[in-house]
């Protein structure tokens, strides 16, 4: 990504990898090559992320099983948070537990009240390899644990108890993509 370029103007979009793909529910791998083809994962990520109309994308979510994840997110405050994380590491969760609507491009329509820190700090590199640490508080810290987790072969229903997890796994089962 060139300094100063727009995020995924350069990118091209990718199909999303939905809910049941093995990519999806697998630990991703450390990323260890920083040449072109990390670039160019970020802009299509950007790409698809914007196209699909989310708020962040992690590369499993387009079938490539790196640990990368994009945002363009608002925190509670209406700040927004553009940028990109490279072999990112949650370190710090704290606050208190909010239970708020998260869906997930992967899981198209759907939606469940899933409970988050509303305080999380994630750790890793950019594409060039430079140290990164991102703060987030409100919906962006419900962001940054959402994609940390898609990494580790997470998903958000995975947090979502009771009556609830039962609703949502009822949809899941009805929709037109499982």
Same mark, same amino acid.
């Given at each position: 990504?060139?300094?100063?370029?727009?995020?995924?103007?350069?990118?091209?979009?990718?199909?999303?990898?939905?809910?049941?793909?093995?990519?999806?529910?697998?630990?991703?791998?450390?990323?260890?090559?920083? +040449?072109?083809?990390?670039?160019?994962?970020?802009?299509?990520?950007?790409?698809?992320?914007?196209?699909?109309?989310? @708020?962040?994308?992690?590369?499993?979510?387009? =079938?490539? +099983?790196?640990?990368?994840?994009?945002?363009? #997110?608002?925190?509670?405050?209406?700040?927004?948070?553009?940028?990109?994380?490279?072999?990112?590491?949650?370190?710090?969760?704290? =606050?208190?537990?909010?239970?708020?609507?998260?869906? #997930?491009?992967?899981?198209?329509?759907?939606?469940?009240?899933?409970?988050?820190?509303?305080?999380?700090?994630?750790?890793?590199?950019?594409?060039?390899?430079?140290?990164?640490?991102?703060?987030?508080? =409100?919906?962006?810290?419900? #962001?940054?644990?959402?994609?940390?987790?898609?990494?580790?072969?997470?998903?958000?229903?995975?947090?979502?108890?009771? @009556?609830?997890?039962?609703?949502?796994?009822?949809?899941?089962?009805?929709?037109? @993509?499982?």
């Amino acid at each position: 990504m060139r300094h100063g370029s727009i995020p995924g103007a350069s990118g091209r979009v990718r199909p999303l990898t939905l809910l049941g793909a093995p990519v999806l529910h697998a630990p991703c791998a450390e990323v260890t090559d920083f +040449g072109l083809d990390l670039g160019r994962l970020v802009e299509d990520m950007f790409a698809t992320m914007y196209a699909a109309q989310g @708020w962040g994308l992690a590369a499993n979510q387009i =079938g490539v +099983g790196l640990r990368v994840f994009v945002y363009d #997110c608002p925190d509670d405050e209406d700040v927004r948070h553009l940028g990109h994380v490279v072999n990112p590491r949650v370190v710090d969760l704290d =606050g208190v537990t909010v239970r708020g609507p998260e869906g #997930c491009l992967s899981l198209p329509g759907l939606e469940a009240a899933t409970p988050r820190y509303d305080h999380a700090v994630v750790e890793g590199v950019t594409v060039k390899g430079d140290p990164v640490r991102v703060h987030g508080t =409100g919906y962006f810290a419900r #962001c940054l644990q959402h994609e940390s987790d898609h990494l580790d072969g997470g998903v958000y229903t995975d947090h979502v108890t009771g @009556w609830r997890r039962r609703r949502v796994l009822r949809q899941v089962a009805r929709a037109r @993509w499982s």
